[in-house]
């Protein structure tokens, strides 16, 4: 082999070697999107099942997952106000910086519930049960 063929050898080695490195790397910036888009879907459909709990629970059914919903819901920043919780039982919920501005909680089992920095401005808390909940 001549120092010309060697040449153009090293360089389309060189070139394999960059178009291999760009196709790994777009795979790899693909990899990364399609992981993100389906995380980001899977937290839309868990805060969607979240409201879907909180909104379809009677009073004083499925309580144990209607709490975890709205804990979850609360954790997440998401709007709780004006939300109709009348009668249903909470007990021990924690409800930390809620915005439950306006919601109708009266009548709601709600002792040991922790209220700590929440909204509850007009908030109806008629014969609510609040004994040891925090505020």
Do not use: P
């Amino acid at each position: 082999m001549n120092s010309q063929t060697m040449l153009a050898l090293s360089q389309k080695s060189l070139l394999l070697i960059i178009v291999s490195a760009s196709l790994l790397l777009a795979i790899s910036a693909l990899t990364i999107f399609l992981i993100r888009f389906f995380k980001s879907k899977q937290r839309e459909q868990k805060i969607a099942s979240a409201w879907r709990i909180v909104l379809s629970t009677k009073a004083s059914q499925d309580e144990r997952n209607c709490i975890e919903a709205i804990e979850y819901l609360n954790q997440l920043s998401q709007d709780l106000s004006c939300l109709n919780l009348a009668s249903y039982f909470l007990e021990g919920v924690q409800l930390q910086e809620a915005n439950l501005s306006c919601a109708n909680l009266s009548k709601t089992k709600l002792s040991g519930a922790d209220f700590t920095n929440a909204n509850l401005v007009e908030a109806n808390l008629s014969g609510a049960d609040l004994s040891s909940a925090k505020e």
